[in-house]
Each structure stands twice: as C-alpha cells, then as structure tokens.
C-alpha cells in the first residue's frame, strides 16, 4: 500500500497531465529531417545498388539479404535462426562491417529507414496540431520501468537530428533533467560493496575509477576531449556489463553492439577479471540474490516493488 499511495498513484496523475497536455513538436523543422532523411536513404539505395551490380533488392528482407550477403558477396555465415536460415540481424551486420564494405553501407540504411518509418512516418499519422500525444504506462514492463507507446517518446535514439524535433513551444522553455549514475547507485546500494560507496560518497567517477583499473593508463591524465570520452565510453560498457555478472563471452557481444568496441577474448577475459577485483563485494550480492529468488521464486527491490519468477525452475533455458 505505501508503494501504491506514495509512488504509482502521484506517478499515474503526472502522467495523465503529461498525456493531456501533449509533447510539441517543431513542425519546421520536421520538414527539414524529413526532406533530409528522405534524400540520404535514397542516396544509401544508390550505393547498395552498386555494390549489388544493379541487381534490386528489398533491403528489409531478411531472405534477401541473406541471398545477397552469404550468396552474392560470399560472406561467411555467422549464425542461423531457429528456423535454419541464416541470420541477418544488426548484430550479424556488426560482425561482418570489416569484409566487405556494403555491410556499412547496409548498416546505414537500416539506421536511416528506421528513422523514417519510427520517427517521420510514426509520428506523422499520430500528430494532432503539432503534437504528439503517447500513451504512458506504470505497469509496462515486468522489470517496473515505464513504457510508452502510440507512439513510444521512451525509445526517441541519441541521434540529434530526431531529438532536434522535440521542442518547447513558443514562450516556453525546454529543460532536459537526467539521474546521474542512478543504475551503478543503486547496485552499490544494494550490494553494499565498499568500493562503489566510498566512490559515491566521495564525489568520486566510477567511470573514471573503473578504467584506470581496467586499462594501463589513467583516464585523468588524458588531454584530448575525443579520446577521453572514448576511454569513458570503453568504462561504461564494462560497468553496466558486469555489475550484473554477464560472461566475458556476452560482454564481447554487448560491448560491440552497444558501445561499438571490438574486443579480443584475451581483453573481455582480462577486463571481467580486473572489474571483479575491484569490486569485490559484486559476487557476493550476485550469490545471496540468486540464493533469494530460487528459494522465494521472487526478488524485492529497494523501494518493495517485487517481481516474481515463478518460471526460476524451468527446463526451458529461455525461462531461467
């Protein structure tokens, strides 16, 4: 009852506000992202063209693509699908950018008719008088994240030229507000490990923190403004992949996919090894929540929201 007095129901009435009052738009400059959009995608199709020798594919086919990766271009096949065809996803894509230079260009197009179909087209059907009007969910997600949808303004990507879109009408300022660290906060609270408060509690970087320990330099001793974010960046997919015990095999996919690094086995080995002596009070927590959730078949978070996990037992690894 606290959670719900106290939390979901002041949350239900903000969002039924934001919902009544809309999220404007810049109509000028949607023209503007459209117009280019369009143009650079038909630019990307004159590429694929070529690199195709003029034969016309539907670039949104997995089928296609296969025929034209693994058949045409004789790219060897990374993986299949549960169906037995080979796979052609982003992440197969990402394998691939380094042998042959139509994967790159396929990437893009991929990134820029999404933009367009999610974000031109999406929005244009769903907009009333320069406004967008989503829906917002409390009870979206089984994690307790919110969702939103029709269309959903939680998934806008980094990309300015989209974000651009989204703007405070006149006489109105648009303020743009942001948790620092609040996922590694919490971790740190709740796995009580030493290093991560003593971070926190000392005005410390954990980013920062966590590259010095994983690499054989120090990030504070770094001029250049570009190759500090880079290190930052490289810190960052180490931080939100381990604190939560992922494999150094998944670690190399989610880096690469997320983080756009490419690393060896040696390094994905070496940067799980140098995370958890740091530390070090990270498998601890991991062991005692494991040892909750098979024996509760549910966890609790902080705030006593709980999830439950009736399927902890199954034999179906995609339930576990």
Known sequence: MPLFNHIYMPMARAYEEIQRNGVYINQEQFKEVEDY?????????????????????????SQQMAQFLFKDLKLPIVEYTKTGNPATGESILKRLQDKHPAVETLLQYRGVHIQITHFVDGWIKRMHKGKLYPNFKLYGTVTGRTSSNNPNLQQVPRDKTIRSLIAAPPGKVFVEADLSQAELRIAALMSGDDTMKSTYQHGGDIHNKTYNAIADDRIEDEKDPGVKKEKRKKAKAVNFGFVYGMGWKKFKDYARDNYGLKLSDKEAKRYRTNFFEMYDGLPAWHIRQRKIVHSQKQVRSPIGRLRRLPDIYSSEPGKV
Request: no cysteine.
């Open 37 to 61: 959009l369009r143009t650079k995608l038909s630019d990307i199709e004159k590429k694929l063209l070529k690199y195709s020798k003029g034969k016309k594919y539907n670039w949104n086919s």
